[in-house]
């Protein structure tokens, strides 16, 4: 394996923070979530950071990306290193159980490249997106290679509430309490770590952010279609996208001019697919694979209506905060979603959208219908939808609250925030 290229480290004055993830852009106009490189973005005001991540075929090894420096660690042969990305690696390994024989080899090298950056840059701090791996390399690098520095283990859902056994829960509760600071992106999270053993003034509430006051914003001169309903998303059980298509016979029987746009991809693509075939969907069901990020915003805008309808799934893994729902409010649509926990800091019922039973084919019917049948309910809850996510959710504030708190964790005796 070629170790760590030394170079990287070459940069100018500041706290220098090393982030972990498994999530993180590939390449210019990738298709993979760019919430990490989105925040690190943030951060890069204040900070220096240097963004640890997993490779795949054709990305480069060592670059420097809008002024951030990016590693991406090497743990199998090129062309099957595919544990991470298209899907996230939970889905991933559920889609093929080969990938479970990789696992050790990932984690093994994460770790060795984390202990590596660690001794030959003098670092302030560890964000760490992810419990496990991550979170779980990061305590362990810290332990081995003797280095006093802080880390900040950033929880988004799926790593909390998936894995659920006695050894995975063992490992998420070591790293949970060796963490010197957590972070959860919704409400409904806090307590769930808590029960882990946690102190609650160790937990901030701070979710991810996106660009609602130049990105996902209405864009004039665009036309929504009022018969078009939106969901976009990674194609796997806990987006619910199943109940969605479901319920669309019905939809249509009321409404036959409607609809529906599916953007995203994953493991769950072929029998969702297959559904709407079996359904005779397939003039009234656009699959339109991936989308690039540059290109959402005037998705959101030719859609009236988007609905996410995430569940819990028979595993317990679920959504820790929909950031698509944030991106289609502060772009103007009138959404739908379900009663998950997660979603309640979004989303407040018939306030700035509608709140549904998960699971429940019959009430996306209804909400839907409820919608396409009242367009100034449709604008009245995209407005309120706008103006509340632009408050709460902006980067720009987000971005502070994350450099506060990294900033509490490396000089404790400064003032902390509070959630």
Known sequence: MIFLQQRILNIQPGKKILVLASTFPRWK??????????????????????????????????????????IR??????????????????????QNK????????????????????????????????WIIPQGLVAVLARKFTRKRVPILCTLHGGDLYSLDNPIFNYLKKYTLRHSDGI????????????????????????????????????????????HSILFAGRLVEKKGLYY??????DIIKAAPDVHLEIAGDGPEMPVLHKLATQLNLDSNIRFLGKIENRKLPELYNRNSIFVFPSIITRDGDREGFGLVLVEALGSGCAVITTDLA????IVTHEVNGIVIPQKNQQAITSAVLDLLQNPAKREKLALNG????????????????YSSYLFSLIEPEAPRQTT
């Open 98 to 129: 080969f990938r479970y024989f990789q696992l050790p080899l990932f984690i093994l090298s994460e770790f060795f490249y984390t202990v590596g950056l660690l001794r030959s840059g003098s670092f302030d701090a560890i964000h760490a997106h």
């Open 386 to 401: 706008r103006s509340e996510v632009l408050a709460k959710f902006d980067w720009d504030e987000i971005g502070e609250r």
């Open 73 to 94: 660690f090497r743990y199998f042969f090129e062309k099957w290193e595919t544990i991470a990305y298209d899907g996230g690696i939970l889905a991933k390994l559920k």
């Open 244 to 249: 969605l298509i479901q319920a669309m016979p």
């Open 183 to 226: 972070t959860v992106v919704s409400s409904s999270m806090k307590q769930d770590v808590e029960n882990y053993g946690v102190p609650s003034e160790r937990i901030r509430v701070i979710p991810m952010g996106v660009d609602l006051k130049n990105t996902f914003r209405p864009l004039s001169g665009h036309h929504r279609n009022p």
């Open 342 to 345: 997660a979603m309640q800091d």
């Open 29 to 70: 106009n990738d298709k993979e979530p760019p919430f990490v490189f989105e925040l690190c973005k943030r951060l890069q005001n204040n900070m220096d950071c240097t963004v640890l991540s997993p490779h795949s075929s054709r990305a480069s090894t060592d670059e420097v990306m809008d002024r951030i420096k990016v």
